[in-house]
């Protein structure tokens, strides 16, 4: 059975989280979702129910890219959360390549690290045009100075893979200290999804011509089957109309 249709009238932007393992990527999406439904804008979705898989609770870790959904004052939101996990860059890419712009998330506390690079890397390749800057568990760093250089480095970094370091929006926060509503904490969510309004653009979206997706994961979800995923590139499906499925295999038609 198809999902009831999303009924929506704001610009659409697709947006996710990058960032090394263990830096707070789930947790600032679990965050965003949670300070969003507060003002009636989004459904809470908790971290638990963002990282899904039993693989995933087990090992405390993102295997799989998540999709949740949240509007903003200005524009809806389809949101992705990439693995960092160096074993699962596969489905980095998978989830980047959907992103009309992306969040990193940068641990002060650690600083820049090794998937860091690696994902503003294949953030580039895979032609991610944006990227906004989250500088996570600031509340863990009292050197006002240290902060400063690792805001430095990551700004040096995204300029490195041609990125515009210095113009990029950096946002200081703390998404567990706003999942436990903490007011200061709470404000720099709001702060982060107001840098993402504005400095990230609605895509022009060529709406008139024949509706093109390509498939970019396969999985399957019990009681309802296989799931496709992708980015639609070109023009409009509504619920019920006809879709070629074309591959490998021979062009398929479905409802």
């Known amino acids: ?56 609770r087990e090992r405390g ?24 996990h160096a074993d699962y860059v596969k489905n ?11 969040i990193l998330v940068v641990s002060a506390a650690d600083g820049p690290m090794p998937q860091t690079r690696e994902h503003i890397l294949l953030a580039r390749q895979v032609g991610v045009p944006y990227i906004v800057v989250y500088l996570n568990k600031v509340d863990m760093v009292d050197d006002e100075e240290l902060l400063e250089l690792v805001e430095m480095e990551v700004r040096e970094l995204l300029t490195e893979y041609g990125f515009p370091g210095d113009d990029v929006p950096v946002i200081k926060g703390s998404s567990l200290g706003a999942l436990n509503g903490e ?6 969510i709001m702060e982060l999804m107001d840098a993402v309004d504005d400095y990230i653009p609605t895509p022009e979206r060529p709406v008139d011509q024949a509706f093109l997706m390509p498939i970019e994961d396969v999985f399957t979800i019990t009681g309802r089957g296989t799931v496709v995923t992708g980015r639609v590139e070109r ?12 591959g490998i295999k021979p062009t398929t038609k479905l409802l």
């Open 61 to 84: 870790i993102t295997i799989n890219t998540a999709h949740i959904e949240y509007e903003t004052e200005k524009r809806h939101y389809a949101h992705v959360d990439c693995p960092g």
């Open 235 to 246: 023009g409009v499906i509504n619920v019920g109309e006809e879709v070629e499925i074309v």
């Open 92 to 102: 980095m890419i998978t989830g980047a390549a959907q992103m009309d712009g992306a």
């Open 1 to 56: 059975m198809a999902k009831a249709k999303f009924e929506r009238s704001k610009p659409h932007v697709n947006v996710g989280t990058i960032g090394h393992v263990d830096h707070g990527k789930t947790t600032t999406t679990a965050a965003i979702s949670k300070v969003l439904a507060e003002k009636g804008l989004a459904e809470k979705v908790d971290f638990e129910n963002i990282d899904q898989a039993p693989e995933e």
């Open 183 to 188: 007011a200061q904490w709470v404000d720099r």
